[in-house]
Each structure stands twice: as structure tokens, then as C-alpha cells.
Nanobody
Framework: QVQLVESGGGLVQPGGSLRLSCTVS????????MGWYRQAPGNQRELVAS??????TNYADSVKGRFTISRDNFKTVNLQMNLLKPEDTAAYYC???????????????WGQGTQVTVSS
């Protein structure tokens, strides 16, 4: 069974930093892209940042210059979040587009979510 295992959420003061990590557990053939989404109460889930297999990154305008997405290895993606603001408060979800076998189609997988709260 394939799972996305997230870690690193928590409570931080405005201006502080947090680092989220997500690791794919289980056997997979290929990962096309990984990323982080977030959802605040009453809002739709939105893309925060993504990174493709060739290293191309994409960021939401609201986090550019403050957040950095990176990959440690084939199965792990990190999100370094600096200069956090109260409006960054949300549940953060790891996302991966990958295939489990060579002949399988690419499919989207989600983590269970980790809470980030920015408050004084």
C-alpha cells in the first residue's frame, strides 16, 4: 500500500519558520511531481508549491519569497516556510502524482494533512 507520510506542522509565532516533510512509503515506479496544498476553514484547497521530477518549481503568489520547496531524494519533498503570517494558518496536505507500476497510469495521491497555526 502506498502512503504519503507528513511531518513538521505545529504552532509558530508570526515571523517564525517551520519545515514540512513528506515521504512516500511503499513501492512505486515513478513520481511525476510532488507538492503541498493547504486548506483553511471555509476556504477551498489551494496549491502552495510544487516540484516536478526535473526540478521545476511553482509557487502560489502569496508565498513567493517566503517558502521553498525541495526534494531530498526520489520519495521525499520538503517545504521550508519562513516569515510565516497568520494567514498561512491552514491544514497542509502533501500531494504526489505517481504510478505504482510501469504499465499503470499516473494517479494523484494525498497525505492525511498536518496543521500549521501561526499565532502570537
Amino acid at each position: 500500500q502506498v502512503q504519503l507520510v507528513e511531518s513538521g506542522g505545529g504552532l509558530v509565532q508570526p515571523g517564525g519558520s517551520l519545515r514540512l516533510s513528506c515521504t512516500v512509503s511503499g513501492s512505486i515506479f515513478s513520481i511525476r511531481a510532488m507538492g503541498w496544498y493547504r486548506q483553511a476553514p471555509g476556504n477551498q484547497r489551494e496549491l502552495v508549491a510544487s516540484i516536478t521530477i526535473d526540478g521545476t518549481t511553482n509557487y502560489a503568489d502569496s508565498v513567493k519569497g517566503r517558502f521553498t520547496i525541495s526534494r531530498d531524494n526520489f520519495k521525499t519533498v520538503n517545504l521550508q516556510m519562513n516569515l510565516l503570517k497568520p494567514e498561512d494558518t491552514a491544514a497542509y496536505y502533501c500531494n504526489a502524482v505517481m504510478k505504482r507500476w510501469e504499465v499503470a497510469p499516473y494517479a494523484e495521491y494525498w497525505g492525511q494533512g498536518t496543521q500549521v497555526t501561526v499565532s502570537s
